[in-house]
């Protein structure tokens, strides 16, 4: 335990709260410990005093009233994956959520109840059993429950709409313990609160997502040299906005992998790229398809038709856990020439894992209004990040100064805010940013529900009428 907290704690009240568990309290000088800190951003080094590996609801209830009753920072951990480490705290109580990983597909419903701590690889494993899919990344290993809780950008986007506009339900456990459903019939303030309000109103210990007939997919990278992205970018700016909902393509500079399935002479060279997911009937993939060949001349066109969790996974290798990674984000309106020539003096990124990406929001997005949810750039046509990333530590200033550097030269052709899962910790304005006029009502929510701030390690709403 750390000096701060033991000043505070005696060991008998740990031990309390220790055997009132069934699953693992992991301290420091615990074996677990090192392993048990670490989040999926090497960069974020934290220490906290104590770790609760839940194994079920009553678990998380201890570890909530213990964290309130000893006024411990308290930070909650689905996948770990968060860039700005919001899973994990110092001297505080973390709620490691990881042993939580149940998934009970409802095949005749099409929904699927999902614990708080599950990955999106184990889902997609779960429903695609059924043929059924419900979107979320474009990396099977980020939690279910930051990435839910934020939004949900991915694949699925502009055919089925965000993670949050899926989902159906959740059980939480609240600031002062008590154990509530939210829904669009109960505690509705709340299930508004949940959808893109990250985890600020409690701990998620189980979600309820509807599900979508979507099984095989006709998926993967169509590549260009470098110098032809002007072209493509002009050219994808206004096909993707019209493009049928089925089709999704996020666009990306990038450098490519040195390995299958890409072609040697491609090996390690900085390109464009969209990399598609089409969900349509697969007899007329080649159809939708055929436009896109006629932009410039694609070094490559790597899609073909695969399980949707093939693609899901299809970059997990490139970003093991474990890498440096720093990342800004934003909300693009329009892509005009000007950010396009912008973008072009940064599009060779320093590193291997280093990309920019433009995620996709139109579609089915677009038809849920800007105050449906907290999530208010609705309008918006893509998420952008900058994502600086690679192995070493050595690059840390490289990748951190590239992802700055670029961003501040593109934010002046952007929305203002940005999308909360793609931020490091920004500061209060930029959270504002992002919820805009949604963040007041957000405000009330907490305060009603969480009027102390005890779940405030995350991109944090003040609770109105309070600066804690
Ligand atoms: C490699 C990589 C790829 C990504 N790709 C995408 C993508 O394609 N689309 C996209 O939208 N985002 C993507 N993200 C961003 C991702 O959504 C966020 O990083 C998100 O915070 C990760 O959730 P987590 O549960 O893994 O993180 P954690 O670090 O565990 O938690 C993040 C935050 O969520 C809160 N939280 C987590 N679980 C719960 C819960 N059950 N109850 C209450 N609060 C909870 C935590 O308190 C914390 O504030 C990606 C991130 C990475 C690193």
Redesign the pocket.
């Known amino acids: 335990m750390s000096d701060t907290t033991t000043a505070v704690l005696e060991e008998s009240v740990v031990e309390g709260l220790r055997a009132g568990l069934r699953g693992e309290l992991i301290e420091p000088g615990n074996e677990a410990y090192d392993e048990a800190r670490k989040?999926?951003?090497a960069m974020i080094d934290k220490r906290p005093a104590l770790i609760v590996r839940c194994a079920d609801v009553a678990d998380v209830i201890a570890a909530v009233n213990f964290a309130r009753e000893n006024d411990l920072p308290l930070?909650?951990?689905?996948?770990?994956?968060?860039?700005a480490?919001?899973?994990i705290c110092d001297d505080g109580l973390v709620i490691d959520?990881s042993s939580m990983k149940g998934i009970r597909v409802d095949p005749v419903d099409r929904t699927v109840r999902v614990e708080?701590?599950a990955t999106w690889g184990a889902v997609d494993h779960a429903t695609h059993a059924f043929g059924l899919a419900t979107p979320?990344?474009?990396?099977s290993?980020?939690?279910?429950?930051?990435?839910t809780?934020?939004?949900?950008?991915?694949h699925l986007t502009r055919k089925c709409g965000l993670?949050i506009d899926n989902l159906l339900s959740v059980d939480?456990v609240l600031a002062d313990g008590q154990f509530v459903t939210a829904s669009a019939e109960e505690n509705d303030d709340l299930f508004w609160a949940v959808r893109g309000g990250?985890?600020n109103f409690?701990?998620?210990?189980s979600f309820l997502f509807k599900l979508h007939p979507i099984s095989t997919i006709v998926g993967g990278p169509t590549l260009w040299e470098l110098e032809q992205a002007p072209e493509v970018m002009r050219w994808y700016r206004d096909f993707i906005v019209d493009a049928p909902e089925y089709l999704n393509g996020f666009f990306a500079f990038l450098t490519v992998p040195p390995g299958p399935p890409f072609p040697e002479e491609l090996h390690l060279k900085k390109m464009c790229g969209i990399v598609w997911c089409y969900t349509g009937p697969e007899e007329e993939a080649d159809e939708v398809f055929a436009p896109v060949l006629k932009v410039g001349t694609p070094a490559l066109h790597g899609v073909h038709s695969m399980p949707y969790p093939a693609l899901q996974s299809a970059f997990d290798a490139l970003?093991p856990p474990g890498m440096q990674?720093y990342w800004k984000a934003d909300f693009i309106t329009e892509l005009s020439d000007e950010a396009i020539e912008q973008h072009m003096k940064y599009a060779e990124a320093p590193t291997l894992q280093s990309a920019m990406h433009l995620?996709p929001i139109n579609g089915a997005a677009h038809r849920v209004g800007p105050n449906d949810t907290p999530w208010s750039y609705r309008e918006a046509t893509w998420g952008m990040v900058m994502a600086g990333v690679d192995p070493d530590p050595a690059n840390k200033e490289v990748i951190t100064g590239w992802a700055r550097d670029y961003w501040e030269a593109l934010h002046q052709h952007s929305a203002g805010g940005a999308?909360v899962?793609?931020m490091m910790e920004e500061g209060q304005e930029r959270v504002k940013a992002s919820y805009r006029d949604n963040y007041e009502r957000l405000a009330r929510i907490k305060a009603r529900y969480d009027p102390n701030n005890l779940?405030h390690?995350?991109?944090n709403i003040k609770p109105q009428g309070s600066e804690r």
């Open positions: 989040v999926y951003n930070a909650i951990r689905g996948g770990g994956h968060n860039g480490g919001l899973g959520l708080g701590g979320s990344g474009i990396i290993t980020t939690g279910v429950g930051g990435l809780l934020g939004g949900g950008l991915g993670t939480m990250g985890g409690g701990v998620v210990t970003y990674w995620y999308y899962n793609m779940f390690i995350n991109q």
